[in-house]
């Protein structure tokens, strides 16, 4: 692996080529006709031995279809942790709920990942959000009503509940220090 700075390692493009090829459904052959490179060439860099000049990488790209970046980035990490109190925080204007952003949903994929946190008192009302949403709600510690106006239910720490999000919904903590997890995800 080449680590001394100049260079990224071949292992990422290797990945990166791999992955993309993949994700076109095309055979190596024919990556290689497309980029107007030698398969030999192509199999050496997927099996990251070659060394690709940034000619090669972009006749690549060109050929899947994709950003020179997404070649060269590094990758990401396998694991992400973000630590209790940390992370990006939203705080309601009408009650005491806070919303932190644990995964926003990478390109592709329409989802985000929220801890919340809520104390007894005025309810988070909640508008209806983008058509064919969905609400994934796992409660952490407390109790909360919650789900679209109407159609509430409590729950107790442990429980699931799933709802559509494109309809008017609330969430309501019963006890104090109610904390959740919120998926929200987005079709």
């Given at each position: 692996?080449?680590?001394?700075?100049?260079?990224?390692?071949?292992?990422?493009?290797?990945?990166?080529?791999?992955?993309?090829?993949?994700?076109?459904?095309?055979?190596?052959?024919?990556?290689?006709?497309?980029?107007?490179?030698?398969?030999?060439?192509?199999?050496?860099?997927?099996?990251?031995?070659?060394?690709?000049?940034?000619?090669?990488?972009?006749?690549?790209?060109?050929?899947?279809?994709?950003?020179?970046?997404?070649?060269?980035?590094?990758?990401?990490?396998?694991?992400?942790?973000?630590?209790?109190?940390?992370?990006?925080?939203?705080?309601?204007?009408?009650?005491?709920?806070?919303?932190?952003?644990?995964?926003?949903?990478?390109?592709?994929?329409?989802?985000?990942?929220?801890?919340?946190?809520?104390?007894?008192?005025?309810?988070?009302?909640?508008?209806?959000?983008?058509?064919?949403?969905?609400?994934?709600?796992?409660?952490?510690?407390?109790?909360?009503?919650?789900?679209?106006?109407?159609?509430?239910?409590?729950?107790?720490?442990?429980?699931?509940?799933?709802?559509?999000?494109?309809v008017p919904h609330a969430y309501?903590?019963?006890?104090?220090?109610?904390?959740?997890?919120?998926?929200?995800?987005?079709?």
């Amino acid at each position: 692996m080449t680590t001394d700075g100049s260079r990224m390692p071949r292992e990422w493009v290797a990945a990166a080529l791999r992955r993309e090829r993949a994700r076109a459904g095309i055979s190596l052959s024919e990556l290689a006709k497309r980029a107007g490179i030698a398969k030999s060439t192509l199999s050496q860099l997927e099996a990251a031995t070659g060394n690709p000049g940034i000619e090669t990488l972009w006749a690549l790209a060109v050929a899947l279809g994709v950003p020179f970046s997404v070649l060269v980035e590094s990758p990401a990490p396998a694991v992400t942790v973000i630590r209790a109190g940390e992370g990006p925080s939203m705080r309601a204007e009408n009650s005491s709920y806070v919303g932190t952003l644990l995964s926003g949903g990478p390109t592709g994929v329409r989802r985000d990942i929220y801890h919340g946190a809520l104390e007894p008192g005025p309810a988070r009302e909640s508008e209806p959000h983008i058509p064919g949403s969905v609400e994934h709600v796992i409660i952490s510690t407390g109790r909360l009503l919650a789900g679209p106006r109407g159609e509430a239910v409590e729950l107790a720490a442990g429980d699931y509940m799933s709802y559509r999000g494109d309809v008017p919904h609330a969430y309501e903590a019963l006890e104090a220090g109610t904390t959740f997890v919120l998926v929200m995800q987005h079709v």
